[in-house]
């Protein structure tokens, strides 16, 4: 009798009593990234450094932007497996304009156009024909990619403008870059769509019971349509800023990318079956990422090495409730 | 003929057969027997996946650390052969059919006994096992000239007229038919597809159903894994990156639904074979090999679309949910 699901409580109060906050899974992440921050900084001296610091943001900022549109789209119940290739397809559109001799402002808008459209192509397929997400982002993820490979084959693109180059090689003060800015302003707006506005409520609806939701009035295909648009704009926007720290364009840019976009929101918290999950969880499952795998290069750990430790914080963040609670009788 | 024609695998034969007249006809010698044998054993390692793949899918799961299980295992076998010769290949089969099974039931156990979705705990062991892999090795390559004779030429050598890789493939699918057809667990699996709660109040134990096809996958995941690195002949930490997609795609193109309780043996193995034709077919027509991801893409969307629209007319589900 273990797979009848036992019906989900929301909560009529956002706002939860504090004690119940101790406890919660943000405080979870909190622990493990201050332990992580406390372990990386005892291994290595050059680790609590301000430009050390700086360099480490950049391994979570691409990805977690995504992170927080995909957080939305998992907690609606859906998910998107083509974020890298929209990545991929965007930064390629790119490379074609720098070869027509476009200047930095139209690449940008190249860049999140075309993420926007890829978006709102996935979206289509799924809330139009009533597809389920997994495979057709499964199937634009090859579409997407695969073009990007038919354009470019085994080139590259490269010869991007100078002034591209600041929106992933930039620094707006200081050791704060522009992509870190950015990340964190996108993380206030995220935050304040799904916690603060009828739609991040209308999100968590969908999420919970998608029929019950269709009832109440909610349209629900609308509403997973522009959480894919989203998802396409903000893989736009990441990818702007990836083809910009490169400076170059391969096919395979940004390969596996979904993977750990995907990663970072369940270790934030979000139910992966829809219906839970907050931003503060994802800002902080995105630096949990960026201290492990930053902490282990600076002590020469290969990057393959790293995703075991990814993989492994992954299955016991996850396990670590089930198992706490399983001890304590409760179940 | 009326019922005959509602069968999808019908029509995913006929688009095959069509495939294969298309591209006769810009290269004749395609049809030719000689060639779809060597097709279909090119092709062999995909079916078996994507029949591993393929019950687990059925029981409304996924297992997404196929490939990596193939690396991992791959990487042992190899690295085996190449410390003692001397062990028989039979002997590495089980070896491998073992380890996989191993790494599946980590999978199944963790699904089973903690109720982590599938989705998640393969996530997080598909960098777990590429990234054992590495440990394993060192990073270091297992080359051709490390590997015996028998252990490159076993699947090579022809019986019947027929490579031995291809009777492996063979004795998978007929092996898998039974499973799926004649068989109890065959039963249980696609009950819990189509209503898990319904499943339970018939007897069936859910978690232990797919415990065990997380085990049969990881099984597959293990033979495939020898077979793979004895055909390409080199193991290393890169082998079948990102296969795992294109096992799903098989298996979604031959109409298995990824909402669990749909699908069949034959869909399985044609969907592989429609993906294996069309890799085979790019180079002799002269388009280049970077067009193959593009119009996989495009045949798993076309698939999907095909299939919905088929699912839609059936009314499976006969009890109310009791989920919320």
Known sequence: ?331 | MKAFLKYREIWLLAAIVVLIGLISTRFPAFADPGNLRQVFNDTSILMILALGQMVVILTRSIDLSMASNLCFTGMVVAMLNAAHPAIPIPLLIVVALLVGLVLGAINGLLVWRLNIPSIVVTLGTLTIYRGATFVLSGGAWVNADKMSPDFIGFQRAAFLGIPVLSWIAILVIGLFFVLMTRTALGRSIYAIGVNPTASVYAGIDVGRTKFIVFCISGMIGGLSGYLWISRYVIASVEVANGYELNIIAACVIGGISIAGGIGSVGGAVLGALFLGIISNALPVINISPFWQMAISGSAIILAVVLNARGERQQGRIILRKVEA
């Open chain 1, 1 to 331: 009798m273990t797979d009848i699901p036992a019906p989900r409580r929301i909560p009529d109060r956002l706002d939860k009593p504090f004690r119940s906050a101790i406890f919660s899974w943000e405080a979870l992440l909190v622990v493990v990234a201050v332990a992580i921050f406390a372990i990386n900084s005892f291994a290595s001296p050059y680790f609590l450094d301000p430009y050390s610091l700086s360099d480490l943001t950049f391994n979570f900022t691409e990805k977690g932007l995504i992170a927080f549109a995909m957080a939305l789209l998992i907690i609606s119940g859906e998910i998107d497996l083509s974020v890298a290739a929209i990545i991929a397809l965007a930064s390629t559109m790119m490379g074609m304009a720098v070869q027509a001799g476009a200047g930095t402002p139209v690449l940008v808008a190249i860049g999140i156009v075309v993420g926007l459209g890829c978006g709102a192509f996935n979206g289509l397929l799924v809330t139009r024909l009533g597809l389920p997400s997994i495979v057709v982002t499964i199937g634009t993820m090859s579409l997407f990619r695969g073009i990007a490979f038919i354009i470019l084959g085994d080139q590259a693109y490269k010869g991007y403008p100078s002034s591209f180059a600041f929106f992933g090689q930039g620094y707006v003060w200081w050791v704060v870059s522009f992509e870190l800015v950015l990340f964190l302003i996108a993380a206030v707006v995220y935050w304040f769509l799904l916690h603060r506005t009828s739609f991040g409520r209308r999100v968590f609806a969908i999420g919970n019971n998608p029929i019950a939701a269709q009832f109440s009035g909610v349209r629900v295909g609308r509403t997973k349509f522009l959480l894919f648009c989203l998802t396409g704009l903000m893989s736009g926007i990441a990818s702007v800023l990836i083809t910009s720290r490169l400076g170059s364009t391969r096919p395979s840019i940004a390969q596996g990318y979904e993977l750990e976009v995907i990663t970072m929101v369940v270790l934030g918290g979000v139910s992966i079956l829809g219906g839970a999950g907050s931003i503060v969880g994802v800002v902080l499952a995105a630096f949990i990422m960026g201290l492990v795998t930053f902490g282990l290069g600076l002590l020469n750990v290969p990057g393959i090495v790293m995703s075991i430790f990814i993989g492994l914080l992954l299955i016991i963040v996850i396990a670590l409730p089930i198992v706490w609670r399983r001890l304590r009788g409760g179940r």
